[in-house]
Nanobody
Framework: QVQLVESGGGLVQPGGSLRLSCAAS????????MGWYRQAPGKQRESLAA???????NYEDSVKGRFTIARDSAKNTVFLQMNSLKPGDTAVYYC???????????????WGQGTQVTVSS
């Protein structure tokens, strides 16, 4: 089994910054893609950013230039630096990892439990 644990959420004023972390642990042989998603009340979960094992990144248009994804592959950890936060960024933020477990030949997606980010004055 694999566990993902997010941290770093909280309450921040508009224009402020937060840094989210997500650490994966357990029966991990390798992780190729790690990503961040969010879900606001009454809305579908949306993809924000992803990073491959080779460091290639992509971003959803609404966060491009404000959010930065990074990864420490040695620690199976992914980060999301969020700057210039807006009230519309308020949501539960989730990380996802595409994991190959020892003893398996197929990659499988694992999700974290989510961390609340609230942007409000």
């Amino acid at each position: 089994q694999v566990q993902l644990v997010e941290s770093g959420g909280g309450l921040v004023q508009p224009g402020g910054s937060l840094r989210l972390s997500c650490a994966a642990s357990g029966n991990i042989s390798s992780i190729n893609v790690m990503g961040w998603y969010r879900q606001a009340p009454g809305k579908q979960r949306e993809s924000l950013a992803a990073i491959t094992s080779g460091g290639i990144t992509n971003y959803e248009d609404s966060v491009k230039g404000r959010f930065t994804i990074a990864r420490d592959s040695a620690k199976n950890t992914v980060f999301l630096q969020m700057n210039s936060l807006k009230p519309g960024d308020t949501a539960v933020y989730y990380c996802k990892a595409h994991v190959l477990e020892y003893g398996s030949v197929l990659y499988r997606d694992y999700w974290g439990q989510g961390t609340q980010v609230t942007v409000s004055s």
